[in-house]
């Protein structure tokens, strides 16, 4: 962890506590298990889930009663609402099919390479075509583009092991008691870091 991260993330626990949410940790799952699981869990219990992340993994997630806030990275800023309408959009499969998209696909930020030679296109037109990577792999002997098929068939345990990498784990929690965020708790954590402007949207809310 870079030096100047490491006391960011020491105070991070605290200050969103102040705000009254409920914070999560796990040694063995990643933070994105977490909060697949909490969306999971809300909308089985017929409420609504708000995930914020930059983290296109998570399109998985996005559903009826779940939308993903993702937060422009790059040139971007600001943050979208993406929900399976936005999902078909941009990959042309449903939230579903999203890690066999990465696999094929590949996804550079986690060190995915994905099958040779295949881009977001082709992932996605093989995906409509046979409805998931593994009923692709059964029937790549089948395709009729020679570096296609081989990359199909030379890379099948790879790529399921790339599907397996980007799909979320079950992390086996139950979501918090519904409670009120505490705007003035907020702003009192948000001026004692020094976050004065924060401080005062935060009080805004309050009143």
Not at 21 to 41: C, I
Request: glycine content about 12%; some cysteine.
């Amino acid at each position: 962890m870079p030096d100047d991260l490491s006391p960011q993330f020491a105070a991070a626990r605290g200050f969103f506590e102040a705000f009254g949410w409920t914070v999560a940790t796990s040694d063995s799952l990643e933070a994105d298990d977490l909060l697949g699981t909490y969306a999971k869990r809300e909308a089985e219990a017929g409420g609504r889930a708000l995930l914020l992340t930059g983290d296109r993994d998570m399109y998985q997630c996005a559903g009826e009663r779940v939308t993903v806030l993702y937060v422009k990275t790059g040139g971007g800023k600001g943050a979208e609402e993406v929900g399976p309408a936005e999902v078909r959009e941009r990959y042309g499969i449903d939230p579903g099919l999203v890690p066999d998209f990465i696999a094929l696909r590949g996804d550079p930020s986690d060190g995915l390479p994905g099958a040779k030679g295949v881009g977001p296109k082709t992932a996605a037109e093989l995906l409509r075509t046979h409805g998931s990577l593994e009923a692709i792999l059964d029937n790549a002997i089948r395709v009729r583009r020679p570096k296609l098929r081989a990359a199909l068939l030379d890379g099948r345990d790879d790529l399921l092991a790339f599907k397996d990498i980007a799909t979320l784990r079950d992390a086996g929690v139950e979501p918090p008691a519904d409670r009120e965020t505490d705007w003035v708790g907020a702003a009192a954590a948000a001026r004692e870091h020094g976050m004065n402007r924060l401080a005062e949207r935060l009080n805004g809310l309050a009143a």
